[in-house]
């Protein structure tokens, strides 16, 4: 079955960029109709929609964080890659890579990684 495997720094510096990587097994990110996607959850908050990568290449964005996100893909790695920079504080939360059909609402079913912890602290 498909799963995603987060990884990346825990520890980022305001300022700089945060940049995880999301690992797919079992299914390919260039095929379907799914949605390949970045999700966090800060502390005491709900579930954000960070943005997303198609099977085509072609990505979509939280209009809340557009202008300092960019998601890619390695094909050959089977991979997606999460940047978000200029971090601060903020941006402190759990960060899950996730696969689900249609775009992301509350209570969309999602098929994620298990979530790696991203601080940022000087």
């Known amino acids: 079955q498909v799963q995603l495997q987060e990884s990346g720094p825990g520890l980022v510096k305001p300022s700089q960029t945060l940049s995880l990587t999301c690992t797919v097994s079992g299914g390919s990110i260039t095929t379907g109709i799914y949605y390949w996607s970045w999700i966090r959850q800060p502390p005491g908050e709900e579930l954000e929609w960070i943005g997303a990568?198609?099977?085509?290449?072609?990505?979509t964005y939280a209009p809340s964080l557009m202008s300092r996100t960019s998601i890619s893909r390695n094909t050959s790695k089977n991979q997606f890659t999460l940047q978000l920079g200029s971090v601060t504080p903020e941006d402190t939360a759990v960060y899950y890579c996730?696969?689900?059909?249609?775009?992301?609402?509350?209570?969309?079913?999602?098929?994620r990684g298990q979530g790696t912890q991203v601080t940022v602290s000087s």
């Open positions: 996730a696969r689900h059909v249609g775009p992301y609402r509350s209570g969309t079913s999602l098929l």
């Open positions: 990568i198609f099977a085509t290449g072609t990505t």
